[in-house]
């Protein structure tokens, strides 16, 4: 790994406050402030029920800290008790948990609870199968910031769940230098190893004001550009939509050249190629569908009597 990387998101209070505001915004969509008209005109103020959290099809759970956080900021007067935890491999049909109490509160509920679990497990299933499509081999799985507007961290979370890593968050905890900041940077007529050094010497200044250290990776889109920029030691150099047989190559002119610099894979990679990019010998493989193209886990609420 590199000296510096990029940070985890793992569930804490900056995380848990992000999905209290997504749940408020949740209610506010079922609600607008109301009432749950089909529910208050059919079911009796004071009725009690019980329903089970099914998953209909086998997979990743992750979600189930948000269902207590709905039934918090809903004011719902019912009880959460978990069968299993974030993280772990479920199989079809498995319960997953039991919630119980007010049967108003939890026909109203019911939606946002399996929005929540669904879209996160879904996040953290497709994870899991690129991990294991990967076993065996040296590289490890990334995320992107190619995320649903305001569920990064927690998709982020989810792809942690599933047993992936952590790309960086957001522009704020890291230094990529990407195709069009090296097109900038030619402009000025800065060759791609100018531009590593340049922000290596800002993030020591910055470091010294306590910024922290920050993690200095550099997009390559040719084997010419990497050996210009392995020079300049970069903590990673992304190998931008190079076929498995140009990652090879790659792998071995950084051995020769720069042992020490991590060498991540991305670009339209896809399950049908993960495995084949991964037996290459790249270090990391930075997967955007992860994010962008999971399919909901199938959950169902059943009533139980």
């Given at each position: 790994m590199p000296?510096?990387?990029?940070q985890?998101?793992?569930?804490?209070?900056?995380?848990?406050?992000?999905?209290?505001q997504?749940?408020?915004?949740?209610?506010?969509?079922?609600?607008?402030?109301w009432?749950?008209?089909t529910?208050?005109?059919?079911?009796?103020?004071?009725?009690?029920s019980?329903?089970?959290v099914?998953a209909?099809e086998?997979?990743?759970?992750?979600?189930?800290?948000?269902?207590?956080?709905?039934?918090?900021e809903?004011?719902a007067?019912?009880?959460?008790?978990t069968?299993?935890a974030?993280?772990a491999?479920?199989a079809?049909r498995?319960?997953?948990?039991?919630?119980?109490?007010?049967?108003?509160?939890?026909l109203t509920c019911?939606?946002t609870?399996?929005?929540?679990?669904?879209?996160?497990?879904?996040?953290?299933?497709?994870?899991?199968?690129?991990?294991?499509?990967?076993?065996?081999?040296?590289?490890?799985?990334?995320d992107?910031?190619?995320?649903?507007?305001?569920w990064?961290r927690?998709?982020k979370?989810?792809?942690?769940c599933?047993?992936?890593?952590?790309h960086?968050?957001?522009?704020?905890d890291?230094v990529?230098?990407k195709?069009n900041?090296?097109?900038f940077a030619a402009?000025?007529g800065?060759?791609?190893a100018a531009a590593?050094v340049?922000a290596?010497a800002?993030?020591?200044?910055?470091?010294?004001e306590?910024?922290g250290?920050?993690?200095?990776e550099?997009?390559?889109d040719?084997?010419?550009q990497?050996?210009?920029?392995?020079?300049?030691?970069?903590?990673i150099?992304?190998?931008?939509?190079?076929?498995?047989d140009?990652?090879?190559?790659?792998?071995?002119?950084?051995?020769?050249?720069?042992?020490v610099?991590v060498?991540?894979?991305?670009?339209?990679i896809?399950?049908?190629?993960?495995?084949?990019v991964a037996?290459?010998g790249v270090?990391?493989?930075?997967?955007?569908?992860?994010t962008h193209s999971?399919?909901v886990?199938?959950?169902?609420l059943?009533?139980?009597?």
């Open positions: 000296n510096a990387d990029y985890s998101v793992l569930w804490d209070d900056q995380l848990a406050d992000d999905a209290r997504l749940v408020r915004l949740a209610v506010r969509e079922d609600l607008s402030r009432h749950d008209w529910t208050i005109t059919l079911v009796p103020p004071n009725a009690q019980a329903a089970e099914i209909r086998p997979g990743v759970v992750c979600g189930l800290k948000i269902v207590a956080l709905v039934i918090e809903t004011g007067k019912i009880e959460l008790t069968d299993t974030d993280g491999v479920i079809k498995d319960r997953v948990a039991t919630i119980s109490g007010s049967a108003r509160d939890l019911e939606r609870i399996l929005n929540f679990l669904g879209r996160l497990s879904g996040v953290a299933s497709l994870t899991k199968h690129y991990v294991e499509l990967t076993a065996g081999t040296l590289a490890k799985i990334y992107t910031r190619k995320t649903t507007p305001g990064r927690l998709e979370y989810a792809v942690r599933g047993g992936g890593c952590n960086r968050t957001g522009l704020y890291g990529l230098i195709d900041h090296l097109a402009e000025l800065q060759a791609p590593v340049q290596r800002k993030v020591a200044e910055l470091a010294s306590g910024a250290e920050l993690p200095i550099v997009e390559v040719s084997l010419e990497l050996r210009n920029v392995l020079g300049a030691a970069p903590d150099a992304l190998l931008d939509n190079m076929p498995p140009l990652l090879q190559q790659a792998v071995a002119i950084r051995n020769e050249l720069a042992p610099v060498l991540e894979a991305s670009g339209g896809n399950l049908s190629t993960v495995a084949s037996a290459t270090d990391r493989i930075s997967v955007g569908a992860l999971a399919r886990l199938d959950f169902g059943d009533w139980r009597r």
